[in-house]
């Protein structure tokens, strides 16, 4: 496979998504929304093709359908602080557990010590509030099992040294590019955090589904694949997998990231903070007043109108937003006054929930020793 059609899952560029159906074979999340409305009303991100893509998620609403164990697994890396990227993860997280899934919600420290190169103490401060803040947006507790990659348990571990024994070099370099020892551990760690739950000491759901942003799809990819190899071992089969669109850096450039402090706004940061990041966020405005009176507005290049279509706005106003901003009626300062009333609305209420749950954090997830 050509260089240039492999995805990175450790960078912060954004991808044409278009190769993910005609490079590595997913399928249209378009294709299933009848059967998700079979189980429901149907999540936003997925009615606004937010999450438009899939590998055998068609298995997982069968198996929901049929009241049949799942299981949810993500992971976050605590490499900065909690935004709205993540937050993006999170609501699909809920609205798994809504439909039946019980959610394995990996802190990935390992891989941020080795691949970011954060200190354990910093990565202890960020796991704790990344917990906090995944509870307080409605993770439900009693049905998630949070662990770090270095604090779990022994099966965990050996299924690790499981998988580095079903892949070869030349292979995981053929997804992958060129490797270095620690991102070959995430990569096999990953495998293990997908695989887990299949095991019957973690409760053998059969059937996992992942989240994750098309960059991720080299996971995914190995992770089916070992699953294949180690079946008639330990029983696992292929993860299926959904694929949501990045959000773009409030900055305009590049994909949200934690790494990247001028590209996101935090649930925990403070709000006259945030505020100010919206004010001098990125739009799709005209150079002039003038000009986009008379030519519109871009809204598909703004990312004010990308948090209303992720997080913010209800359909009514998101419908209205995109057709002023289009046909020139709304200008970006006017927008921008309404953006600041959700977020400072939604973060108020946020921040008082995490302020709750922050001390409790301990009571659902064991923190390493060193």
């Known amino acids: 496979m050509a260089s240039a059609e492999r995805l990175d899952p450790w960078g912060h560029v954004l991808i044409d998504y278009r190769k993910l159906f005609t490079v590595f074979g997913v399928k249209p999340m378009k294709d299933l929304l009848e059967k998700l409305r079979e189980l429901g009303p149907v999540h936003r991100l997925y009615r606004r093709g937010i999450v438009f893509a899939h590998r055998d998620f068609d298995k997982i609403l069968e198996a929901l ?7 949810i697994v993500t992971g976050f890396m605590p490499s900065g602080p909690f935004h ?15 439909l039946g899934a019980r959610a394995f919600i990996v802190i990935a420290d390992a891989e941020a010590y080795a691949v970011r190169g954060l200190p354990r103490n910093k990565i202890i401060e960020y796991t704790k509030i990344y917990v906090a803040n995944l509870i307080a947006l409605g993770v439900d507790p009693d049905k998630t099992t949070f ?7 022994e099966p965990y571990y050996r299924l690790i040294q499981m998988a580095s024994a079903k892949v070869t070099m030349a292979e995981m370099e053929a997804i992958y590019g060129d490797l270095e020892p620690g991102k070959i551990m995430a990569a096999l760690t990953q495998v293990a955090d997908i695989l887990h739950p299949q095991l019957d000491e973690f409760g053998g ?10 960059d991720q799809d080299p996971h995914i990819r190995l992770t089916r694949d070992i699953a294949e190899r180690l079946n008639s071992e330990v029983g696992t089969i292929k993860p299926a997998a959904t694929y949501h669109r990045l959000m773009r850096g409030i900055d305009g450039s590049g994909k949200m990231s934690s790494s990247r402090p001028e590209s996101y706004i935090s649930l925990n940061d403070p709000i006259d903070i945030a505020v100010k990041k919206l004010r001098n966020a990125f739009t799709g405005g005209r150079a002039t007043a003038e000009e986009q009176r008379r030519l519109g507005g871009e809204p598909e290049k703004c990312s004010i109108y990308e948090l209303y279509l992720y ?3 209800d359909d009514e106003l998101l ?14 300062g006017e927008d921008k006054l309404v953006a600041v009333k959700l977020l400072r609305e939604f973060l108020e209420e946020h921040q008082k929930r995490f302020k709750e749950i922050y001390d409790t954090v301990e009571d659902y997830i064991r923190l390493p020793s060193f």
């Open 65 to 71: 359908r049929k009241g049949e164990k799942v299981a």
């Open 147 to 153: 662990y770090m990659q270095t604090s779990y348990e």
């Open 205 to 214: 759901y059969k059937y996992v589904i992942v989240p994750v942003g098309p």
């Open 311 to 313: 997080h913010l706005a």
């Open 84 to 98: 709205f990227g993540h937050k993006m993860v999170a609501d699909q997280i809920i609205y798994l557990q809504s």
């Open 319 to 332: 419908s209205r937003t995109f057709l002023d901003c289009r046909a020139g009626r709304l200008l970006c």
